[in-house]
């Protein structure tokens, strides 16, 4: 039952985790914006309290948000509302908007983003190189320079830069997820291997994986490495972004060298070094609610595999004796969440307030323990972020930010 349980939770969490990796931005074209239909207040079912702003008088800001993410927003609307007595936040569902039923039901349809910023001023999605092509978000540079409060060096490395391409700056960074080498550390201590650190190779990598790979003949009883189909992770780690967005229109960059290479050492995972296992895809597997690779996680089959950072709390809460490290050879991936603007607001300044708050608060998934790293150091300090870290997850986020 407990590994059912981490399973929900890890499909939850990572459906929250979204982002938009630090990596280089495509050169969009232009098109029409969005009209957002605007919902104007209603009369104040009672009388306004004695210091309040009439409802009639306050701007409101429709913002899309997940059914499961809004209880980390609830108490930040009321304190921005106390601080912004002239704006008013008003959430919209975003389950309700693209007609999605169950929390963890992430078959979204393909207008998705369409959808959102025609129903919300502010959306907690971050910018696609598709929205902006399409004309859906509003270019947030203007409010930056205007904004003397706005420091882009309180932004950790990368952050700001992954919503920048084109003379824009498509969303506003509200936290970090960084890829990390998650590891068994009861199976590392029992094939007697040293802990991967800061620092180490692909080299000491295959090796390890070596070394606590298990066999029961021809069956293999525990995995040195396990990695989800296809290892697109692993290989971009290597090699940069699969797509060169620097060209116009952006290329596949499959058949580059470096692309070669990265996919070439991965499959040696798989059929030279025999450390990683190899799914076949399938609709059965598809449909399932925990994919093969987590499977083999949970039921204790992996020393290691790879995770987003936020994962360590839900191990660490549900007893796992787990570590991380990060990439080898330096080259820890990171995704960027954030949230846009709609190009068809009405309310242009209050939805950038609310943003600009949005993106000074930590995130915090309360009720299973969760804490997203805040893309703005100053967040992260003010919160408390990095005291009561396990020492090795501060370490290795200290050393991979």
């Known amino acids: 039952m407990k590994k059912l349980i981490l399973g929900v939770l890890i499909l939850a969490v990572l459906v929250a985790c979204g982002g938009t990796p630090a990596v280089p931005s495509a050169e969009p074209t232009t098109a029409p914006a969005v009209v957002v239909e605007t919902t104007a207040p209603g009369p104040a079912a009672t009388a306004a309290p004695t210091g309040a702003v009439p409802a009639g008088e306050r701007t409101t800001v429709r913002f899309a948000v997940s059914d499961y993410e809004l209880p980390m927003y609830a108490d930040m609307i009321k304190a921005f509302e106390a601080e912004n007595p002239t704006v008013h936040v008003e959430p919209v569902s975003m389950q309700q908007i693209l007609g999605l039923g169950a929390v963890l039901d992430t078959e979204v349809p393909e ?5 959102l910023v025609a129903a919300a001023d502010v959306v907690t999605i971050g910018a696609s190189r598709a929205a902006v092509a399409q004309g859906l ?12 409060t706005f420091d882009a060096d309180d932004f950790y490395s990368g952050a700001l830069g992954a919503y920048q391409w084109s003379g824009g700056t498509w969303a506003l960074p509200t936290f970090i997820n960084y890829q990390l080498f998650f590891f068994d550390r009861d ?3 029992q094939a007697g291997v040293d802990y991967p650190t800061a620092g180490w190779t692909w080299d000491d990598m295959v090796a390890a994986a070596r070394q606590l790979t298990e066999r029961s003949g021809e069956q293999v009883t525990r995995w040195g490495l396990v990695l989800d189909n296809p290892a697109y992770r692993l290989v971009e780690s290597q090699a940069g972004g699969l797509v060169d967005y620097e060209a116009d229109p952006p290329v596949p960059r499959y058949d580059d060298s470096a692309v070669v290479d990265a996919v070439r050492r991965y ?5 030279e070094a025999q450390v990683t296992p190899y799914f076949e895809p399938g609709t059965e597997q598809a449909q399932a609610l925990v994919s093969q ?6 039921g204790g089959q992996a020393a290691m595999w790879i995770e987003a950072d936020i994962m360590w709390f839900l191990r660490s809460q549900m007893g796992s004796n787990v570590g991380v490290a990060p990439f080898p050879d330096d080259l820890t991936p990171a ?7 709609s190009a068809g607001t009405q309310q242009p300044e209050a939805a950038w307030r609310w943003m ?3 993106s000074r608060q930590p995130l915090n998934l309360a009720t299973v323990g969760v804490k997203f790293l805040p893309a703005r150091r100053s967040a992260a300090e003010a919160s408390g972020y990095w005291d009561g870290l396990d020492p090795m997850m501060a370490d290795v986020l200290d050393y991979v930010v």
Not at 111 to 115: I, K, N, P, T
Not at 293 to 298: F, N, R, T, Y
């Open 111 to 115: 207008d998705a983003e369409a959808r």
């Open 137 to 148: 978000v509003r270019d947030l540079g203007p409010f930056i320079e205007a904004d003397p």
């Open 187 to 189: 199976a590392f201590g």
């Open 267 to 271: 499959v040696d995972l798989i059929l």
């Open 293 to 298: 690779e987590q499977a083999l996680i949970e």
């Open 335 to 341: 995704s960027v969440g954030g949230v846009v603007m």
């Open 356 to 358: 600009d708050y949005l």
